[in-house]
């Protein structure tokens, strides 16, 4: 990633030509039967068998590997199997990019979260 003149983060690989054909690439690799079936059972997995402990989820709406709305979708999903759920959704950080662009409040919702769930303050507020 690199910084745009107003100071948001940019996706280095959002290539106008290249990206697509990647794209393209990954869409097609995950279609082929033996990788599709295996990317069945992880998503059965992932959505049915996931621990009953807190979760929490930072995502942004402009991620655009992984849509804000199929992330909503799988919190919906695990509230309704009665999992307790945190979410934090970012408007404007690239995917996996949420603490570079936002520190202070990742780090918050990380403490906030941990303190929520039992874990103790050490006091250091470098710490997350």
Do not use: W
């Not at 069945?40 to 621990?51: A, K, T, Y």
């Not at 909503?72 to 950080?93: M, Y």
């Amino acid at each position: 990633s690199s910084t745009s003149a107003d100071g948001k983060a940019e996706v280095a690989y959002d290539h106008p030509i290249l990206s697509p054909a990647l794209r393209l690439a990954l869409a097609s690799y995950l279609d082929y039967p033996p990788v599709a079936h295996m990317k069945e059972r992880i998503f059965d997995v992932l959505h049915n068998q996931q621990p009953n402990c807190p979760q929490l989820y930072l995502y942004s709406s402009a991620d655009t590997l992984i849509t804000s709305d199929s992330i909503e979708a799988f919190i919906k999903t695990q509230k309704a199997l009665g999992k307790d759920i945190t979410q934090v959704r970012f408007d404007d950080s690239p995917h996996v990019d949420h603490f570079r662009t936002h520190p202070e409040e990742y780090k918050s919702a990380v403490r906030s979260f941990l303190l929520e769930n039992g874990c103790r303050d050490n006091g250091d507020s470098n710490d997350v």
